[in-house]
């Protein structure tokens, strides 16, 4: 998969390119202010797709956070689409400050996917789990729980992208796809599932654990 060694999302290279390229014209045109502007978004840019390594706990049936944020959602819920039935849901979100580049939470295999189109509320409400555009995988460990994670897209997120495919087995805090500029991620898990973060917490991808299987 994509982006396991580069320290800058290649997903970004095209916005860096077109933003250096206008920085350098307006630079030799002598456009002072407008060419500060474009320097400091090329620079933003680059640190919105910044991919750095991370040092991914070990352990039995551990959940790792896929994505830097703010915890804003810790609970039971029903998960309708896969589980049928009560599971516990924690919901990441990450602002355009955070990085974008999203970890596998658990090791295992990917036995379904899906994609739906939706709405582009602000990532932050809970109606965006529902409403909002959406990509999640379903992964099924070797002990045989599963969980789902799902991406989603927000107010200015545009573009879900997901590497893995049906039948891959993904490896826990490996990169696995991005949002672009301002998302959320939701992980579905058991219902006795021993959950270690609450409400507000500050996550960092491949590295914070969000719990524990069964």
């Known amino acids: 998969m994509r982006n396991q060694n580069q320290p800058v999302a290649v997903e970004g290279y095209p916005f860096i390119a077109l933003?250096?390229?206008?920085?350098?014209?307006?630079?030799?045109?002598?456009?002072g202010l407008l060419t500060l502007l474009l320097l400091a978004l090329?620079?933003?840019t680059i640190y919105f797709?910044?991919?750095?390594e991370r040092l991914v706990p070990e352990g039995d049936d551990l959940v790792i956070a896929?994505?830097?944020?703010?915890?804003?959602?810790?609970?039971?819920?029903?998960?309708?689409?896969?589980?049928?039935?009560?599971a516990l849901k924690v919901s990441i979100f990450m602002s355009v400050f955070n990085v974008h580049v999203n970890r596998v939470p658990c090791g295992g295999r990917v036995v379904d996917m899906y994609y739906q189109k939706g709405s582009f509320f602000n990532a932050a409400l809970d109606k965006a789990s529902?409403?909002?555009?959406?990509?999640?995988?379903?992964?099924?460990?070797?002990?045989?729980k599963q969980l789902l994670f799902v991406q989603i897209a927000g107010l200015i997120a545009r573009r879900?992208?997901?590497y893995?495919?049906?039948?891959?087995?993904?490896?826990?805090?490996?990169?696995?796809?991005?949002?672009?500029?301002?998302s959320r991620v939701d992980v579905y898990l058991p219902l006795d599932t021993e959950v270690r973060v609450r409400l507000g917490d500050r996550t960092i991808a491949?590295?914070?654990v969000l719990g524990q299987l069964p």
């Open 19 to 31: 933003f250096a390229f206008l920085t350098l014209v307006f630079a030799l045109l002598g456009w």
């Open 42 to 44: 090329t620079l933003f």
């Open 49 to 52: 797709f910044r991919n750095p």
């Open 66 to 86: 896929p994505a830097d944020g703010k915890v804003v959602f810790v609970g039971e819920v029903e998960e309708d689409r896969y589980f049928k039935a009560p």
């Open 130 to 144: 529902r409403d909002n555009e959406q990509a999640g995988i379903l992964l099924e460990t070797d002990s045989g």
């Open 160 to 162: 879900i992208v997901t």
């Open 164 to 182: 893995p495919g049906i039948g891959d087995v993904l490896q826990t805090g490996r990169r696995y796809g991005l949002i672009r500029f301002g």
């Open 206 to 208: 491949g590295e914070t």
